[in-house]
């Protein structure tokens, strides 16, 4: 008889409530083994495959690609003893633990597996446990309660090897799967109802309470008919979809990267008092300097481009106002002076804007800045980058220039204090020694947080980039 384990979907470290199904790389029928990467999703963050927690065979894939699913939602069932060999009424020890676990228990991945409880299921009938819709019933709420506490587990023990003898026969009539039925029905209020992650997803948009029906599929399973019928007052409101034939927009649900993107810089320009000064820079010499360094044996092979000079530069400038590498700790009422940095990189990826950071980027040679910098730019646009790259930013830099716009007022990535702007480099007329000449001119722009950085610091700031800039051979003197 099938053993039956379900994956629910996990938090992956970022504190997150859902993410996106991007692709399935199982299918039902496909034997699977501990660790083995059977899925890839999209957070608020980036692209992110998970391994699979047990060994066995795919019975049925829980969530359609495209799909968002919450946090703790079952998305796959597998079959952990596809062979039926393990027993399927184990013995209880003399220590009364009914468990279920032996040796010939199905493997799990380090770290998760069954939760200790001292709670006990309730016994379930033989034959409700042969359907799988009764199993997939019963076993639900228990899998996102191990969800919830942190675990990747199913319920602790199988449902045919926790039913103990039972002291008295019990009518034939099957065991209702939910708790009990109100007057219609329906089930009790607090009770988790029976439904699929595609049908919970209906219910949500619809706006139908899902504890409110009354199951019309087996095992009182909630059905997309019954979320349909339950919403049909509601439905002439749903009119896009009616929308007249040729019209000439279309409609993009607002999920991962660029919902993430949107709430974060609300919350940023509505917290923190933004305030961005702009300074106009003849960065000829740096441009002489960058062209001798590519030609430099030490730089073979790095692409040296004018963004590590401007990162140098930022890194440098911090030494004398580490009031821009600070955070405001509202709720701790204190002002975080950060000894290191972490330097963010606006990225723009196909998913959106990602802001990826170089660990320590203050202890790095421009070398090592260089090529750090073009590992992680090439990874975002692929996709790949992961959360861990993408928190614990403490100063960032976006690169507009590379699009050939000169300036802007950027907004602070939550957290931190400071965000610089680097424009385009372009070919102007200059002043030199009273003198009209062509020059390389860039222009940078610097929003800060005023709570923590004063007009004065934020100009000495960008004056400082500005001048290492202009004369490279200034960083000595740092």
């Not at 894939?61 to 062979?83: C, K």
């Not at 940078?444 to 001048?467: I, K, N």
Request: proline residues 10%.
């Amino acid at each position: 008889m099938p053993q039956l384990k379900h994956f629910p979907l996990p938090d992956v470290g970022e504190g997150l409530t859902e993410a996106e199904i991007l692709g399935w790389k199982v299918q039902p029928g496909d034997s699977v083994t501990v660790n083995q990467v059977f899925v890839e999703i999209e957070t608020a963050k980036a692209a992110v495959e998970l391994p699979c927690a047990y060994e066995g065979k795919v019975v049925e894939l829980l969530a359609e690609p495209g799909q968002t699913v919450e946090v703790g939602t079952p998305i796959i069932s597998i079959d952990v003893d596809p062979d039926g060999t393990a027993p399927s009424e184990p013995e209880p020890d003399s220590s009364g633990d009914s468990s279920g676990e032996s040796s010939g228990e199905a493997k799990t991945l380090v770290g998760y597996g069954p939760q200790a409880t001292s709670s006990k299921r309730r016994p379930r009938k033989a034959a409700a446990a042969a359907v799988p819709a009764a199993v997939s019933a019963g076993t639900a709420q228990q899998a996102l309660q191990g969800a919830m506490a942190g675990s990747l587990a199913s319920p602790a023990v199988p449902a045919q090897a926790t039913a103990p003898a039972a002291p008295a026969p019990e009518p034939p009539a099957p065991e209702p799967p939910a708790p009990a039925a109100g007057p219609a029905g329906a089930p009790a209020r607090g009770s988790v109802p029976l439904a699929k992650p595609p049908v919970r997803k209906l219910a949500k948009d619809l706006g139908v309470d899902l504890r409110a029906l009354a199951g019309s599929g087996a095992g009182g399973v909630i059905t997309r008919k019954d979320v349909e019928s339950a919403s049909a007052p509601a439905e002439p409101a749903a009119a896009p979809a009616s929308a007249p034939a040729g019209a000439r927009e279309h409609r993009v649900p607002i999920k991962g990267v660029r919902k993430a993107t949107a709430q974060a810089m609300v919350r940023s320009a509505f917290t923190a008092p933004h305030v961005t000064e702009f300074l106009t820079v003849d960065v000829t010499p740096m441009m002489e300097l960058r062209q001798r360094l590519k030609s430099h044996p030490e730089f073979q092979g790095v692409k040296l481009t004018p963004l590590a000079f401007a990162a140098k530069a930022l890194c440098l400038a911090v030494r004398r106002t580490p009031d821009v590498n600070a955070t405001w700790d509202e709720q701790a009422g204190e002002i975080v002076y950060k000894d290191y940095v972490h330097l963010g990189i606006a990225a723009a990826t196909p998913r959106g804007l990602v802001v990826p950071n170089v660990r320590d980027a203050d202890g790095m040679s421009l070398r090592e800045l260089a090529a750090a910098l073009e590992a992680l730019t090439t990874t975002a646009r692929e996709g790949r980058t992961t959360p861990a790259e993408m928190t614990g930013g403490t100063i960032t830099i976006t690169n507009v220039g590379v699009f050939g716009v000169d300036t802007g007022t950027p907004i602070l990535n939550p957290g931190e204090s400071a965000i610089l702007a680097f424009g385009a480099i372009r070919d102007m007329p200059w002043v030199v020694d009273g003198q009209v000449v062509p020059r390389k001119v860039c222009q940078l722009a610097l929003s800060f947080d005023h709570r923590v950085v004063d007009g004065q610091q934020g100009s000495q700031f960008l004056a400082d980039v500005g001048a290492l800039l202009a004369d490279p051979a200034t960083a000595i003197t740092y």
